[in-house]
């Protein structure tokens, strides 16, 4: 989406979430990622930057766990509240356009973020809702009366806004808003309706987690990639093995750092992605990268993933030499990918194999890499 025009994003993830009962909503496991985790990639994926995320002052531990670069801000007692403090932390270098979203809503689509965006051309205000469809009642254990459904709506996230306007709105209310379109409404603003998603749920009461854990099931695509590489040893003092320096009696012939483990990784993310292979987006002929640390190329390769709308899930590398020994480096090589990944270990597997004196690995000419990354939609 480009629209040549600034659009921030802030995800308000400040509730307790008391409806649903348990630990905060935000924070559970959404098939491998949070629900506050997914809100944010989702706005990601569409381009919006910069993106603040408004938690529980008690939970920053938890929100830095999301992407890096996010604008952490802690919120407030309401709603409103905590929306406020996300759009006074954009004040100071104002966006043109901002979408503010429910950390709650993580199945949000980019078609549906873009529609939203898209509708601010000619609106200061615009945000999803589906028109309401079954009949509506009035009562308590009986029915009391039927109330018409026609022009009713059931509103949704993102909703959308010229940042200067918004702000303004904000400031003027007195508090106790159900959302930001009747904030905006309050300062005579017009809010477009665009078509929101069924699929666009807001966790909220028991049973949401399953169904939204469903729908990004639906939605699921798996990738697998695989790299391969090898570097000629040479004169030198140690070489340097997924990411961890190790000494020996000789180096590696590169350009890079000559990372064996973090080319092959690199290759396999880049794999995955159908993205060509590292020398494509690092040129060796290119005298920026001589002695470059090749965790910069892993870190690139995963950001493209990011961007792409996937998550390394996991990561496989082997490592074929006869020396050094890598097994001792083990737990230090996961440690360095898993950094450079936003990996736990467990996700991180680092083998290593001689080649049993064949072939020029075993005649100890050098040393070679092979990896597997799979990725899933994120
Ligand atoms: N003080 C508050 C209250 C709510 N929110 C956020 O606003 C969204 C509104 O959804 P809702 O289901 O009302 O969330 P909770 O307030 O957490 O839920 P509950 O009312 O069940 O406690 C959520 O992403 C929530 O984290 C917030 O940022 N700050
Ligand atoms: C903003 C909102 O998601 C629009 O549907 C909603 O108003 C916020 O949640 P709540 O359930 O009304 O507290």
Redesign the pocket.
């Given at each position: 989406m480009d629209t040549g025009k600034r659009v921030a994003g802030i995800v308000?993830?400040?509730?307790?979430?008391?409806?649903?009962g348990g630990p905060p909503?935000?924070w559970r496991d959404l098939g491998g990622m949070t629900v506050a985790g997914r809100a944010v990639e989702a706005l990601a994926r569409a381009g919006l930057s910069p993106l603040v995320l408004?938690h529980p002052a008690s939970e920053a531990a938890e929100a830095a766990q999301l992407r890096p670069g996010l604008l952490l801000v802690p919120?407030?007692?309401?709603?409103s509240?905590?929306v406020r403090a996300g759009l006074e932390a954009l004040a100071a270098d104002p966006p043109d356009l901002v979408l503010i979203h429910?950390?709650?809503r993580p199945c949000a689509t980019p078609a549906l973020i873009a529609r939203v965006v898209a509708a601010l051309d000619d609106s200061p205000g615009a945000a999803p809702a589906l028109p309401v469809t079954d009949a509506l009642w009035r009562g308590g254990s009986i029915v009391e009366g039927t109330q018409a459904r026609d022009g009713l709506w059931r509103a949704q996230t993102p909703q959308g806004f010229r940042f200067d306007a918004i702000l303004a709105a904000h400031r003027a209310h007195p508090g106790g808003a159900a959302d930001d379109v009747e904030v905006a409404r309050a300062a005579g603003l017009a809010v477009a309706i665009v078509a929101g998603e069924e699929d666009n749920i807001?966790v909220?009461h028991p049973g949401d987690l399953e169904r939204a854990a469903r729908i990004l099931e639906q939605r699921m695509d798996v990738r697998m990639g695989n790299g391969y590489d090898v570097h000629a040893f040479g004169p030198g003092d140690h070489v340097t093995l997924c990411g961890v320096r190790i000494s020996h009696s000789q180096g590696v012939l590169a350009h890079s750092d000559g990372d064996v483990g973090l080319h092959a990784l690199t290759d396999a993310i880049l794999g995955a992605l159908a993205l060509g292979d590292i020398g494509q987006h690092f040129p060796p002929s290119d005298p920026q990268w001589k002695g470059a640390d090749s965790t910069l190329f892993l870190r690139h390769a995963g950001a493209l993933a990011r961007e792409a709308g996937y998550r390394v899930s996991n990561v496989d590398v082997t490592v074929v030499c006869e020396a050094p020994k890598v097994g001792p480096h083990v737990p230090a090589m996961k440690q360095a990918i898993g950094q450079s990944l936003g990996l736990t270990p467990d996700r991180v597997s680092i083998k290593a194999t001689t080649s049993e004196r064949l072939g020029f690995t075993g005649r100890r000419e050098g040393v070679a890499a092979l990896a597997t990354a799979t990725l899933v939609s994120a």
């Open positions: 308000v993830a400040g509730g307790r979430g008391s409806r649903l909503k935000q408004v919120g407030g007692a309401t709603r509240d905590s429910d950390a709650a807001k909220t």
